[in-house]
C-alpha cells in the first residue's frame, strides 16, 4: 500500500515507486516532518533532536522541557503563535484582533483514489492510480482546524499537497497567509532554481546557492505572472539534469502566489508554496471552510531530467482533461502577425485558401473582429461579429472557413473591458475599480470582476453565442494585463477579491468545457503570463509566449520544460524578420522549433515566395508524421542555451528504441571548434540507424562521444537526428 500508519509511533509513511515521504504525530501532539528522499524502509525518527536552543521558545503545554521547541524542529503544517520564528504555512487573525493558533494532531483517514478541490483545479486519478491521506490538525481554544491533504500517485512520483482551513469557534477568523505545502529539511547544502522573466521572455532558470536567509519569489499581479513562475526547484549542490537529488513545488493555480525557501540558524531548510499575502485577507466565518490550492511535489535522485518527466507525466494524465487529452492538435494559421487588426471577411478567407493549399489544419481569427475593434483603446467587452468589417455574419465566416476543409478557430479576452464599450457604459461597477479614484489602466483596458456570477454570466452568453453561431473547434482565450484596482462593487470583504476572482474564472472555464466538450482552448496572457497547471486543467494548450522569435524561443521553451510537457507550449513560425527582435532565421530552423511545441505559423502566405511554400508543404509533412511520437515520448534537454554555443533537445521513446533530436547553432565565429551532440537517453550496445541519412551508429559513440554538429556558413543553422533501434544489431 502507498500509505501506511504505524499506530504504535503514530507514524505516516508514503511511499510512491521511487520515493517515500515520512512524518510522525509525535508524543504532545504536533506533526512533525522525519524524511523525503530515495524509497526507505523503517522509521526514520531518529533524525530528530531535543536540547536547549536559547532563545527557541517553548510551547507552554510541554511544561519545564526546554528542549523541546518549534522553533527547530521540522514540521508538516507551521503556523504563526506557536513559538517559530521561521516563515509560516498559516497566519490568521482572530475578529477579535488575536493573532496565531497551534494546531495539534487529532485524526487522520486514507481513502481510496485522489481527493478533488471545491472550485479549484487539482490533479486527478483513477482509484487505483492514487491513493489520499486526510489529516486533520485543530486548535480548540482559536477556533480552527486545518485538513492537510495528500494525494500519492505511486507511478508519477509525485505526492500532492492541499489544506482546507475551516472555523470551528464561535467567531469568524481571518486568514493572512496560507500555503498548501511545507517541506522541511533538517540537513543538506541547497540550490534553489527559480524561472523569473517579463514580457515576451519568460520563464528563465535561475540557480542560486541558498544561504543564511529567505528567499521569496512570487507574483502580485492577480496572475501566476511573467515575471515568475509558481514552480521551485531544490537542488543538491552537485545535481545535474541526470544525476543528483531535487525536489520540485509546482503550484496547481493560476492568480497570485508566494514560494519560498529559508535557510535558518541551524542549518534546516524550509520550502513553502501558497497564496499571495499581498491584498489577503480572506474572512472564514464560523462553519465556513477555506480551501487552499494544490501543490505537485515531487523528488528525485537521478537529476533533473527525471524531475522534469514526473512533472510532465503528471499534467499530461493527471491535470490535462477532456477530447484533447494527448492528442496531436491541428496545424494552424493565426490571423494576428498575417494583418494584425487590419482585416476584412475577403482577406480572412484568402488566409483560409492558402492555409489549405499548404497543408494547414486551422485559420483562426484573432483579435479585431468584434464590436467597433480596430484598435486595443475600444469594444472589449463587446463579444458581437462586426459584421460591415467581416463581410457577413460570424457564422456565415465561419461556414465559409469549414467549406474549405478547415477548422475554425477564434479570439477572446473575456476577463477584459475597454471604458469605450457598450458593456462599459451600460455597467461601470463590474470593472475591479475603486470608488472616487481614476483605475490604473493597462492597454487602456480595465478587469472585469469574475468574482461576481452576473458578471460571468453576461460575458459567457455573449461568447457561447458566437462559439455557437460559427461552430468554432478552437477558442484562443487572452488576458492582457495585470490587477491594481482591488475593489469589487458586490463584495462586503475587499481581502476576498482576488481569490474569489480566480473561483469566477475557474468556473467560466469548467462552463466551457462542459458546453463545448470538444473544443480546443489555448490560454494565453500577453504569451506566457499565465503558464501554470491551473490553466492546463482547463486548456490543453498555452502560448508559451508573445515572442515568435526562434532563437529566444530557445531559452524560453527550455526554461518551461522543467515543469511542463512540451505539447502544452503553443508555438508558431513566425515571419522574418521577427517582428519583435528584427532577428532572420531560415524556415527550417523556425520549424525545428515550433514543431518542438503545438505547431502552427503566424505570418502572411501571400508574401511567401513558391520556394518557401514547397518548403512549409515539407515541414507540415514531417511535423504531421512524428507528432504522434513526439507526444508519448519522454522530452531530453542535452544542452543549455543560456551557456552552450549549440541549443539541443529531443524526444526519447519510453522503451528507448526511437528518438528524435533537434540542435539550432546559436553562436558563429570565425575557425570555430567542432560541437558535438550526445544522446545518453538511448540505450548502450545497440545500434541505431539515424533515418536522416540512412547511416547506422554505435550507441555507445552516441552516447559518449556524440555526432558533430554541420558546419554550416551563415547564422543559427539546424539540424535533426532521428533515431531507430536496428533490432538486427547488438554489440556483445
Known sequence: MPILFDDKTRTFTLHTAKTTYQMTADEHDRLLHLYYGPSMNGNAECVLTHFDRGFSG???????????????????YPVSGSGDYRSPALVIR????????????????????????????????AEEEAQTLKIVLRDENAGVEAVLYYGVLVQEDVITRAAQIRCIGGEKIILLKAAAANLDMITGNFDLITFNGRHEMERKPERQHVEHKEYRVGSRRGSSSHQYNPLMILTGRKTTETSGICYAMEFVYSGGFQGSVEKDQFNLTR???????????????????????????????????????????????????????????????????????????????????????????????????????????????????NETKLGGSIRSL?????????????????????????????????????????????RNQLVLDFSREEVRDAVYAQISKVLEESRADYLKWDYNRNIVDIYSAGETDQGRVLYDNMLGVYAFLERLRQDFPNLLIEGCSGGGGRFDAGMLYYCPQIWCSDNSDAIDRLRIQYGTSFGYPAETMGAHVSAVPNGGTGRMTSLQTRAYVAMSGTFGYELDPSKLTEIEKTEIRKEIAERNELA??????????LTDPFRDPVTAWGFVSKDRREGVFFAVATEI?????????????????RQYVNEEDGKTYSSEVLRTIGLPLPRERGEYHSCRWHFVLDEKEVLS
Open 94 to 125: 482572530s475578529a477579535s484582533g488575536i493573532y496565531g493558533c497551534d494546531l495539534k494532531y487529532r485524526e487522520y483517514e486514507i481513502l481510496p483514489g485522489k481527493y478533488s478541490l471545491p472550485g479549484l483545479p487539482a490533479v486527478y486519478a
Open 628 to 637: 504522434a511520437f513526439m507526444i508519448q515520448a519522454d522530452y531530453v534537454r
Open 398 to 442: 465561419g461556414q465559409d472557413i469549414h467549406d474549405k476543409g478547415l477548422l475554425f478557430g477564434i479570439w477572446v479576452e473575456p476577463e477584459m473591458v475597454n471604458e469605450n464599450s457598450q458593456l462599459y457604459r451600460n455597467h461601470p461597477d463590474w470593472a475591479l475599480r475603486i470608488p472616487g479614484r481614476e483605475p490604473v489602466r493597462a
Open 271 to 385: 520550502m513553502q508554496m501558497g497564496l499571495a499575502e499581498t491584498c489577503f485577507s480572506y474572512p472564514v466565518n464560523p462553519g465556513e471552510t477555506f480551501t487552499v490550492p494544490e501543490v505537485i511535489m515531487t523528488c528525485s535522485d537521478e537529476g533533473l531530467r527525471t524531475l522534469s518527466w514526473n512533472l510532465q507525466n503528471t499534467i499530461r494524465d493527471h491535470v490535462i482533461r477532456g477530447t484533447w487529452k494527448r492528442r496531436v492538435c491541428p496545424v494552424l494559421l493565426n490571423s494576428w502577425e498575417a494583418c494584425f487588426m487590419d482585416f476584412d471577411g475577403r482577406k480572412i478567407r484568402e488566409l483560409a485558401d492558402e492555409a489549405k493549399s499548404l497543408g494547414m489544419d486551422m485559420l483562426v481569427l484573432d483579435d479585431g473582429w468584434f464590436g467597433t475593434r480596430d484598435d486595443d483603446n475600444q469594444a472589449l467587452g463587446d463579444w458581437y461579429a
Open 669 to 685: 565565429h570565425g575557425n570555430m571548434p567542432v560541437n558535438y551532440i550526445r544522446f545518453e537517453e538511448l540505450m548502450k550496445n
Open 58 to 76: 517553548n510551547p507552554g503545554d510541554i511544561g519545564e522541557k526546554r528542549g523541546y521547541s518549534l522553533d527547530v524542529l521540522p514540521q508538516e
